[in-house]
């Protein structure tokens, strides 16, 4: 049950009090005044950088160096870790790729995606599912986000299937895992196939299986940002080895690869492999991810229970038996709970209390770069006007994605991995923040 603001007010005096039970140095007044506002920030000094070096793994590195065998061809690093990724995950086959973009392009030529097709994808995700689509000349059709999930809704995928759609391509945004049965059944009856954008959603699982091996196949990335980083990598992964197949030549400049013989030399391809150092470093931060991704998820579930706690703050759900893995942990924020004090400016109050929060994805579909996509001569030859034109006003329509796009208030993954006492400490600036809102509000209006 959602705690209101006046209840929540009296019991968390205790947070000053404890604020006060440090070095005697800090005010009463001071604890409690926000530091925008000229207060004490809750958290000083750096959080974790991200990625983590190990000097252990220098010589692995040497070893591939002084073999002279750097690229994907035969075996090394980058077969052990395809295997072991995908046995990991449990998946019949993974295909090293030299980026997450990379990879969705691969999987939807193979998943037949062409020319004038369309292709029902999340709106709430990073470009790179948008731009992966409109390398294929395809139009991205973005179904309604659920706010509550900030997935997408699968009862607004039907309304957007049209006589072109031939794949949705669901993104399991931070690392939470979509509602896949609905969305898999909705596919299965409409003959459309289903490609898991998981590039952040590396080890989550939706009722006990893992992200990436529920649709027709499933896409990595391994950027530097990731919970495995290789500075630049992806991978496919799929239970269909014809499949994966398929992607090995296409991502290979098609060549032929066990049972896709194509036409027996070259079919249609690129170049998208990957290297034996990113090999050797993704099999290391194999060995970290499945430790560091206990520790994110018991961190969540500790602030779920705690900023929970706080009006205005609620925790995103998660599909029943399913865990996220928390790319980035995000709350949804509810001004009306904060004395009007809108999600930016509590966004900047937070930032100055030392907690790095961010708004992460906005309603990228009004940028420009789909505008630019369908006012090309290809994209005008392939879709007649009335279809772009009631594409182009279909954005307004997503109520839920706009809500969502609005209210995320989200910490990186690194704040997750730092333990309980600077876990207390985003509890503690989110907690003050909401005592201070009326202050925080009136300083705004006064500024604006
Ligand atoms: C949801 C999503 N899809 C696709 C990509 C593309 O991956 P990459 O940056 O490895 O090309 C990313 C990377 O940030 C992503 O977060």
């Excluded at 990598?233 to 098609?254: K, P, Q, W, Y």
């Excluded at 030399?265 to 150092?277: E, H, I, K, M």
């Excluded at 201070?436 to 500024?447: E, H, S, T």
């Amino acid at each position: 049950m959602p705690t209101s603001r006046r209840r929540f007010l009296a019991s968390s005096t205790s947070l000053a009090a404890a604020a006060l039970a440090g070095p005697a140095v800090v005010s009463a007044a001071d604890a409690r005044r926000p530091a925008l506002l000229g207060g004490t920030p809750v958290h000083t000094g750096p959080w974790p950088s991200w990625p983590v070096w190990d000097p252990a793994w220098e010589e692995d590195f040497l070893r591939v160096c002084r073999s002279g065998r750097w690229n994907a061809a035969g075996g090394g690093p980058l077969a052990d870790f395809e295997r072991r990724w995908a046995e990991l995950l449990g998946a019949r086959r993974c295909l090293a790729t030299s980026s997450g973009t990379t990879a969705l392009i691969t999987a939807l030529h193979v998943l037949g995606i062409d020319a004038g097709d369309e292709v029902i994808v999340s709106p709430y995700t990073f470009i790179a599912s948008y731009n992966a689509i409109l390398a294929h000349k395809a139009l991205p059709v973005l179904a309604d986000t659920d706010p509550a999930t900030l997935n997408l809704d699968p009862a607004s995928i039907a309304s957007r299937i049209t006589d072109r759609t031939r794949a949705i391509v669901p993104v399991h945004i931070f690392g939470l895992p979509c509602e896949m049965d609905s969305i898999t059944a909705l596919a299965r009856a409409r003959g459309l196939r289903v490609l898991e954008d998981a590039c952040q959603a590396w080890l989550a699982e939706y009722r006990g299986r893992k992200c990436g091996t529920l649709g027709d196949l499933g896409c990595f990335s391994f950027q530097q940002s990731k919970h495995i980083p290789a500075g630049e990598g992806g991978a496919i992964t799929g239970m269909d080895e014809d499949l994966v197949d398929r992607c090995n030549s296409f991502h290979n400049c098609g060549r032929p690869v066990g049972r896709f013989q194509g036409s027996g030399f070259f079919t249609r391809g690129s170049n998208f492999r990957l290297t034996q150092f990113q090999g050797v470093l993704l099999l290391r931060q194999m060995e970290k991810l499945v430790a560091e991704t206990a520790r994110r998820r018991e961190a969540a579930d500790y602030l779920n229970a705690r900023l929970g706690a706080i009006p205005g703050i609620t925790p995103v759900r998660v599909p029943a038996e399913s865990r996220g893995v928390y790319h980035l942990y995000p709350v949804r924020y509810d001004a009306r709970a904060f004395a009007g004090l809108s999600r930016d400016a509590f966004l900047r109050a937070l930032v100055a209390e030392g907690v790095p929060g961010s708004a992460v994805y906005k309603e990228q579909y009004f940028d420009g770069l789909l505008d630019e996509a369908i006012a090309t001569r290809g994209f005008q030859r392939l879709f007649p006007a009335e279809r772009l034109k009631a594409y182009r006003e279909s954005f307004r329509e997503l109520r839920g994605n706009r809500e969502t796009c609005a209210s995320v208030v989200a910490l990186p993954q690194t704040v997750l991995l730092t333990g309980r006492p600077a876990l207390d400490q985003v509890v503690e600036a989110f907690a003050k923040l909401q005592a201070a809102a009326p202050a925080l509000a009136a300083a705004a209006r006064a500024k604006s």
